[in-house]
C-alpha cells in the first residue's frame, strides 16, 4: 500500500471518531449508541497506524487476504447496530402504544366528565 492510502485510511478514522464526539458532545448521539462507531473508529485508526496488525490478525483468525477480515469486522459492527436499532425501536413502538391508549382513555373521561358538567349545568338552570 502507498503512503497515500496509509494517509487516507488515519484520517477517515480520524474524521469518524471527531464526528461521533462531536455528536455525543451536542447530544444529538446517546452513549449506547456511539459505543459501536467509536469502537469501529479506534480499530480504523489502529489498522491505519499500525497496519502490520492487520496481517497479525488476519493470520491469528486464519483469514488469507486481511482485507476480507476488515470487511467481516465492518459488517459484524453494522449486524450489532442494526440489532440494537431493532430492539430500541420494538421499545419505542411498545412505549407509543401505551401512550396512545392512555390518551384514549383521558379523552374520554374528559369527555364523559363534560357530559355531566352540562348535564348538572342544565339541571341547575331549570
Not at 488515519?10 to 455528536?23: P, Q
Not at 491505519?48 to 467481516?72: C, E, I, K, Q, R
Request: overall charge neutral.
Amino acid at each position: 500500500m502507498s503512503i497515500t492510502s496509509y494517509i487516507f485510511g488515519i484520517l477517515a478514522a480520524l474524521l469518524t471518531l471527531g464526528v461521533v464526539i462531536e455528536m455525543l458532545r451536542r447530544g444529538r448521539m446517546r452513549e449506547r449508541h456511539a459505543i459501536w462507531w467509536l469502537v469501529a473508529g479506534t480499530l480504523a485508526l489502529i489498522i491505519g497506524v499500525f497496519p502490520s496488525t492487520l496481517t497479525w490478525a488476519g493470520a491469528v483468525f486464519g483469514v488469507a487476504v486481511p482485507v476480507n477480515l476488515v470487511f467481516f469486522v465492518s459488517i459484524a459492527v453494522l449486524f450489532l447496530v442494526c440489532i440494537q436499532h431493532s430492539s430500541e425501536l420494538t421499545t419505542l413502538e411498545s412505549k407509543a402504544r401505551t401512550l396512545a391508549e392512555r390518551s384514549s382513555l383521558h379523552e374520554l373521561r374528559i369527555e364523559e366528565l363534560e357530559r355531566t358538567i352540562t348535564a348538572l349545568r342544565d339541571e341547575r338552570n331549570q
